[in-house]
């Protein structure tokens, strides 16, 4: 009796050291490939800075935790053409290639000025001043309406968003979005719930900007917000809401 009380006293303490250890929303199976993970469940409700594994990068514009119907959810807002991101620095991967997941909803895209520009994902790395941006878009007035459509700025094939029509941008809506960046051939693909946009894919020949290869640079630093480019848009101010974040060198199931 006295060895099984010794026992039990030895597996109560172990258990009270594990209580007393939070788990962190970045937590993941190591085998699984994950790098970083969050769904907001296990931060305060309120305006947020950082998180574990993440920082901000604002302007006009703020991060808020709030609650939903299954837990919390990040709610990024901005005025004109403001930017509010959540960053995950240091996020370099396996053979520079990784797949990111994430549930978004935006509540209104711009219908002005013409040909309006904004970025959902932004991935850099300090290497190279080129900036990949796997999600992202454009206002067409030729098409009324707003469309997906991938991009990059300041590397060698200039400043671009190769938006499609047959991958149009709607509002106030859920959906679960995807990319994968293949350094193999430079190859960015997209996904909406579960079902690739082939018309979205760029690699190193095939891309909106002029005719250099299209080469990512080494990746540390992913960027998940909003940002638009152009002054006086309308509307004016944009909110946006994300949740269920994943990147990791496997995909990630949107289930």
Known sequence: MALLRRAAAALSATAAVLLAIPPTA??????YGMLARENFDRLPLGPVTEGPGWSTDTSNGT??????AKGRELRLHT???????????????????????MRLRVDAFPTAPDWAHWTIAEASGSDSPTLVRPL?????????????????????????????TSAPAKAGKWSCVEFHLDAADNRVTVYFDGVEQPDLTVSTNQHGGTSDPFIFPTFDK??????????????LS??????DIAVSTRRVSCS
């Open 79 to 101: 005025e004109s053409n403001g930017r509010a991101f959540l960053v995950f620095p240091g996020l370099a991967a396996p053979g520079n290639s990784y797949w990111a997941r």
């Open 238 to 243: 944009y909110d946006i809401r994300m949740d």
């Open 136 to 164: 992202g878009g454009q206002y067409a007035p030729t098409d009324k309406g707003n469309f997906w459509g991938v991009g990059s700025d300041l590397g060698p094939t200039g400043d671009w968003t190769s938006w499609k």
């Open 222 to 235: 992913l960027k998940l917000g909003w940002q638009l480019y152009q002054a006086d848009p309308s509307p």
């Open 63 to 68: 991060l808020t935790v709030a609650a939903n």
């Open 26 to 31: 970045s937590a993941a199976p190591a085998s």
